[in-house]
């Protein structure tokens, strides 16, 4: 690609890790792998030093904001805008959601590119939190991109404008799953939030179970609702704590049979189910947001109704755990799978199309 094509990104927030983090991330270094050039700017930025190195590194211009008050947030975003005022962006490409998005794009989208990529769950108590100005965004948009079908059917529905779809970028993680499975003993986990929305709570209680008597559950994250001695009270629990980098981040994924996502949060598409799908790993999940759109085959990717009570989840879970241990899984067809539909060379050459790079080779 010729260095000359730039694209400005504009972000609301960027906590200190996250899924739509991780796809910032991927996104930024994929494109700029290509030959883009990247103006990043972020209204709320918490994220890490070694983050921010990163963005330093990959980035033409990086502007990190760390205003606290909104009243100082709205003054260096105006310093930021004059600083910028009167270059010109073969793309501009926002993502996140609040009443900034639309005057900052309209600043430079005359004549520009212009994409918003969205990836909230759209559900209504969702769309209660759009600011008029956000809505408008949405709509004048160029192109408004959501992170799975099923995201664009429900903005379809509630804008009456075409919606098209990428999936997120998410890390493409390189380990060798356990092919020695002791089925005495699997090891299925969750790593995350710990937010009761996320299913916590489920997963203590299933340890509690006499019937799972052969599984061993694993938690990592953290979370104000789940202090460390909370676990103590579930000793079939095996609570890890955070961790952080690549590395860990395999090593996680390489010790467990499974991952499970027993959500009743409004997702969109969570980047975890990509990540673990890229390394074989099969998982199960509630259907909810955009996570239908990713299922694969009931072995690997198992999902059930966000309604299901306690005795739905435990039959569903005994029977992909029994799955399991009978050697069902089709891992190298997982990865396979993430390949075709989820990997950085395809959503890197679908990315730079959209963004209006047509005639680049890639």
């Known amino acids: ?180 499975i002791n089925t005495e003993k699997l090891k299925l986990g969750y790593y995350g939030r710990l937010i009761p929305e996320k299913g916590i709570d489920i997963l203590c209680r299933l340890s509690e179970d006499k019937d799972f008597g052969h599984v061993e559950f694993h938690i990592w994250g953290q979370g104000s609702a789940y202090p460390p001695e909370f676990f103590l009270e579930f000793p079939r629990i095996r609570y890890h704590g955070p961790f952080s980098g690549e590395k860990e981040l395999a090593a996680v994924i390489g010790s467990l049979d499974a991952y499970l996502l027993i959500s009743k949060n409004p997702e969109a598409l969570p980047i975890v189910l990509l990540e673990v799908m890229s390394a074989g790993l099969p998982w199960f999940a509630t259907d909810r947001g955009g996570i239908p759109d990713i299922f694969q085959d009931i072995y690997t990717t198992r999902i059930i109704p966000a309604s299901s009570n306690y005795e739905d989840i435990k039959i569903a879970l005994l029977d992909f755990a029994a799955a399991i241990s009978n050697g069902k899984v089709n891992h190298t067809a997982l990865k396979e799978a993430y390949q075709s539909q989820f990997s950085h060379e395809v959503l890197t050459r679908t990315w730079l199309k959209k963004l209006g790079f047509l005639n680049q080779t890639v």
Not at 67 to 90: E, S
Not at 99 to 123: D, R, V
């Open 1 to 180: 690609m010729n260095r000359s094509f730039t694209v400005l990104v504009y972000t609301t927030q960027h906590m200190k890790i996250g899924g739509i983090e991780s796809h910032l991330h991927e996104f930024c270094y994929w494109l700029s792998k290509k030959g883009a050039e990247i103006d990043l700017i972020v209204l709320n930025s918490e994220m890490q030093p070694e983050t921010e190195e990163f963005y330093k590194k990959i980035c033409r211009r990086f502007y990190p904001g760390k205003q606290k008050k909104t009243w100082l947030r709205v003054i260096w975003l105006f310093l930021v805008k004059i600083r910028l005022f009167g270059r010109r962006y073969n793309a501009v490409y926002t993502n996140g959601q609040g009443e900034s998005i639309l005057p900052f794009a309209k600043m430079f989208s005359p004549g520009t590119n212009w994409i918003h990529h969205y990836h909230q769950s759209c559900e209504p108590e969702d769309q209660l939190t759009w600011g008029k100005s956000y809505r408008r965004s949405l709509t004048k948009a160029d192109l408004l991109i959501a992170c799975s079908r099923s995201i664009a059917i429900k903005l379809n529905s509630s804008l009456s404008r075409t919606i098209e779809v990428i999936p997120c970028f998410s890390k493409e993680v390189s380990v060798k799953i356990r092919d020695d």
